[in-house]
């Protein structure tokens, strides 16, 4: 078991680099506040610095943030610490809001979040959830796939979609179809809830496999996906510049490169223990989960020197 004590200084990571985006924007709507600086640690930690710790124990090298001027500085103060270890930076997503300073309240999507990102990353990336636990093993899953990849390939580590349910509403997921591990479809599926061993699309009202795999945003991308999004994103722009609700969601944009042949994703399931936050109620559920893992071991007791 890790020494309580231990913290960032005492990892070794493996010698590996790459870039690790966290995507952390979101309104939190229904979680009813901002769930990104939301402390969950023993110490107040966030949830993404365990994801944080656990890319640099297999090789991080520097730390993009996604999120907003509500929240960057709030993060900065609290991350500030990590800059002894790898390179840290913060970008706001809604400076890149085509429409700034007159800016989008409601951010255009997962997909521009990454977009946002690409003044700031030349090498391959790992990109993940703030609001999401992953676990070491889904860290060595992707370190696993970079390592197998081609240079023009990306990767994807995905999780069951039981695994990955909330018990107190709905959540979207993207669902995958594979292909001897390769990604052939990938589609944003809105409002899946639990029903006992079940999952329930609400808004099809239809039943999907409780043991199909699902994206949590945890990809690896070569910077070449930049070319790709912008691409996308100036096209979807064009058709909803007025409206107020549409997202550019990163699926999408997957999608057209699959039917298009322009990439293959290859896929690696992990059994890692996944856990999140979407509502407020998720909040105690992770904190005893997350304790569970510092007790195991997994997990030094305080993560900041």
Request: glycine letters at 6%; proline letters at 3%.
């Amino acid at each position: 078991m890790e020494n309580k004590k231990a913290c960032f200084w005492n990892v070794k990571p493996i010698l590996m680099s790459f870039s690790l985006v966290v995507l952390a924007g979101g309104l939190g709507s229904r979680f009813n506040g901002k769930k990104q600086i939301e402390g969950i640690g023993p110490n107040r930690e966030l949830l993404m610095e365990y994801s944080i710790y656990d890319a640099i124990r297999r090789g991080c090298s520097k730390v993009i943030v996604l999120s907003n001027h509500h929240c960057i500085p709030l993060l900065e103060k609290h991350l500030h610490y990590l800059k002894n270890q790898v390179e840290l930076v913060f970008v706001n997503q809604y400076d890149f809001d085509p429409r700034y300073p007159n800016y989008r309240k409601k951010p255009w999507g997962t997909g521009h979040a990454v977009l946002s990102c690409k003044d700031h990353v030349s090498e391959t990336f790992l990109l993940i959830n703030a609001d999401d636990f992953y676990g070491l093993e889904s860290y060595d899953k992707a370190r696993e796939l970079i390592l197998d990849m081609e240079s023009d390939q990306y990767g994807l580590v995905a999780f069951e979609l039981g695994r990955t349910l909330s018990s107190y509403g709905g959540v979207s997921r993207g669902i995958c179809r594979i292909q001897d591990k390769v990604l052939i479809e990938i589609n944003e599926f809105v409002n899946i809830e639990r029903k006992g061993d079940l999952a329930l699309h609400k808004s099809s009202n239809t039943f999907l496999d409780i043991q199909s795999l699902v994206s949590m945003n945890f990809w690896i991308f070569r910077p070449s996906i930049f070319d790709v999004l912008q691409s996308s994103f100036s096209e979807f722009y064009r058709k909803n510049k007025n409206n107020n609700q549409n997202e550019f969601f990163l699926p999408e944009a997957i999608n057209k490169l699959i039917i298009k042949k322009e990439a293959m994703i290859q896929v690696s399931e992990t059994q890692s223990d996944w856990f999140g936050m979407t509502y407020a109620d998720d909040l105690e559920f992770c904190k005893k989960q997350l304790k569970n893992q510092i007790n195991m071991g997994k997990y030094p007791f305080q993560l900041r020197a």
